[in-house]
């Protein structure tokens, strides 16, 4: 067989894919939509953090004062 009746062998067993695409992919979909899940709930986990921490804020403002608008820490 010369190399290019063996490509054509290749891709025509290649081309016959014997079940349901859909089902077959529906993991990856599944995997993906967890992922996405787990890391919105990381990402809400820090919401609020700096009120709960208000006592500390407000014993840091007694200490140092109130800070100017220009440092506000960007």
């Known amino acids: 067989m010369t190399f290019?009746?063996?490509?054509?062998?290749a891709a025509e067993e290649g081309a016959h894919h014997g079940g349901n695409p859909q089902a077959e992919t529906f993991w990856i979909g599944a995997v993906a939509f967890i992922g996405f899940v787990a890391l919105s709930l990381v990402t809400l986990s820090y919401r609020n953090?700096?009120?709960?921490h208000a006592h500390k804020a407000a014993a840091y403002t007694a200490?140092?004062?109130?800070?100017t608008p220009e440092a506000h820490g960007h």
């Open 4 to 9: 290019a009746s063996l490509i054509a062998l």
């Open 49 to 52: 953090v700096s009120n709960r």
């Open 63 to 67: 200490t140092h004062g109130t800070p």
